[in-house]
Structures are given as C-alpha cells and as structure tokens.
C-alpha cells in the first residue's frame, strides 16, 4: 500500500508540476515532494491542491484522484496503528521471554547439558550454549537471519518457532511440563491469547467453562481441530485457507453424527433441526430459531458460496459460481465463526449422548463402556 501511495503522489506532483500554476500550489508541491511532512501536514497539503482543482477548470479528474489518495493515506494510518496495538504485547512478552532465556533459563535445570555453559568466575555463572545459525539450519533448513537479536522486537512466527524448537529439541524431556508452565505464565502476564499445549504454540480458541474430556473420533475430528488451530495463526494465506477447509470437515463430521441419531423426539428431522433439538427441547424458542439459522447459514456458505472444502467451479445445488476465498481477515472470520458452533454443537451432542453421566466423564476423565464413539486412550 504505502509503494502505490508514493506512486500515485508521485503522478499527481508531476502533473501539477507541469501544468499548474507555480504561484498558487508551488510550495505545497515543494512540500510535499520533500517527503518530509506528518501524515497531518500532508493531508493539509493535498486540500490545498484540491482547492485548486475546485477553483480551476479542467482539473476534475485530479480532484477526484487526491481524494482518493487521502483516503488510502488514511486507510494506511489506520492499518499502520491497528498493527503497532497488536504487536505492542508481542514485543513486550519477547523483551520478557529473551531476558529469561538467556538470564534464568540456563540455572533453571530444564535445557539439555550440550546447551549450557557454566563459568567458575564469580561464583559460577550459567550461560546459554546456542549456536543460533547452527539451529536454523538444522531445524528450519535457513541461515540464521539474526531475528533473535533484537531485544525488543521479534515476528511472531519466529517467537512461535523458537519456542517449539525449545520443547521439541532443547528442553530435557522430563522437564517439558515445567517449560510449558513458564512459558504460559509469561504468556498470561502479558495478555497474550495463546497457550503452549504439548509442545505447540496455539491460539486459544473457544471460550468456555465447559470440560472438554471425551474425544469424539480423534482422527476425524480432533486432530483436524488441532492442526487447523496451528495453521489459522500462520502468516501464510494458503495455511489460514487450509485450516477454514480442516475446521469445516470437522463441523461436517460432527453433523453427520448429530445427523444419525435417532429417537422419538429427532425421528424425520432434518439436520438443522436434530442439531437445534439437542441443545433445546423447546422449538418455539429463540435459541432454536438462532441454531437453526445458524447451521443454515453456516451450510450455505460452505457449499454455495466460497471455495471451502469443494472444488468444483459451480455450487452443486445453486449452479452459481463459487467465489476463491482471497481475504485472510475474512477467512479468520469464517474459522471462528465455524469453530464456535462446532464446539457447542460437540458439547451439546455429548450431553445428549451421555445424559447424566456426562458430569462424571467430565470429573473423572473416564469412558462408559457402552459408549464406543468415545475413546479415552487418546490423548485430547
């Protein structure tokens, strides 16, 4: 964006450099060619030339050209502030986490022995023993691009690689639970919404106060939830595209289990309304009518609307052209409004399947043995 306004106030200057008259917009030509303005000084500048044009006959379409360029300058401002109030506590968990690996994290008896350097100076001092460029290459397959260097700034993507790689590789295997709690700590005191879970760096997803202990078909559902949850959080378009795809198998696979139960109650509904039915037995209420939309929607969008899941160039149902999926935010917006309802469409489901006992698979971590679609052996 920023290239495109330089290019388009570049066009602009040149010509009114050449066909404007000197005396009435030379200095805010000057100004602005300078590069030196606040971004204040130079909207300012822009309406004078706009002034200009309104004055001048013939200079309409420059008129409408620097307004449209104030707007982008605008748009830039905004994207530019929303970026530094998200990274604002990346780079204070980084300047917290990189004092505590190199100052504490050597003592603290987690990393393996090849990685620390003790000094009998003084006491005796621990050091850590990294050979950053050695560790790129051997675990990301890149040189070292000096990104832990900085104290007070370090990408996210790279904080979430180091600190996997520390779990993964750096960390004594026994101490990984004490590794994980430090790092969650940190993470906690600088209100950051991700969570270290069994050696991956995720964001938390689903807010509830809900015990999540019974795994639905681990293969089929959980460890889809899992892997889309890593790849929503890449910078990459094609991970976030790929993790709406996972999150929407997993909610189709849930339906389809929500789809073949099967009592009085259920028996000739359609699947919207089984899934409604479970999570109320009143059909006339509003949180009916909100799932049933729900699930509508969510259905409409996925089969008709967008390339998630399919393929095929027309919607099957509609025959209308399916639309590629290009806006990361929008594409953030559809996994979290897709994750929502799986997990309260999975809770409900197993509280209709389990009845009273749900209460104790939730205390004491146990399966009923009748209940084959729940597997305990797995972790969760």
Known sequence: MKKEIEMQLTTIL??????????????????????????????????????????????????????????????????????????????????????????????????????????NWNGGTYYLNLDFDSLCRMYFGVPYSNQYEDKDHCAFVDIKSLIELFYRELIQAQKRYRFTVEVNRMLSRFSMPYELKSGKLIKKGYKTSQKNVPIINFQMLESKIQWSEERILGSNWLDKHTALNYITDALQYLLSLINGLSNQELTGKSIKQKSALIATDNENSKMYSVLIREVNEIQQIVNEFFDIRHNEYLSASTKKEREPLKDSMFIEYLYNRIYGLLFFLKGKYLIFKTGNRQQAVAQNGSTPDNESFLDANLPF
Not at 78 to 88: F, P
């Open 14 to 119: 040149n010509i009114f450099n050449e066909h404007a008259h000197a005396e009435y917009v030379g200095v805010y030509i000057e100004s602005l060619e300078s590069g030196t303005l606040s971004i204040p000084e130079m909207i300012f500048a822009l309406k004078k030339l706009i002034e200009y044009c309104e004055q001048n006959a013939g200079w309409g379409s420059e008129q409408k050209e620097i307004i449209e360029l104030i707007e982008k300058i605008r748009f830039e401002v905004q994207r530019e502030d929303a970026k530094l109030k998200e990274e604002a506590p990346v780079n204070r968990f980084w300047t917290a986490f990189r004092e505590w690996m190199f100052a504490e994290l050597p003592s603290a008896d987690l990393l393996c022995t090849q990685y620390i350097e003790y000094d």
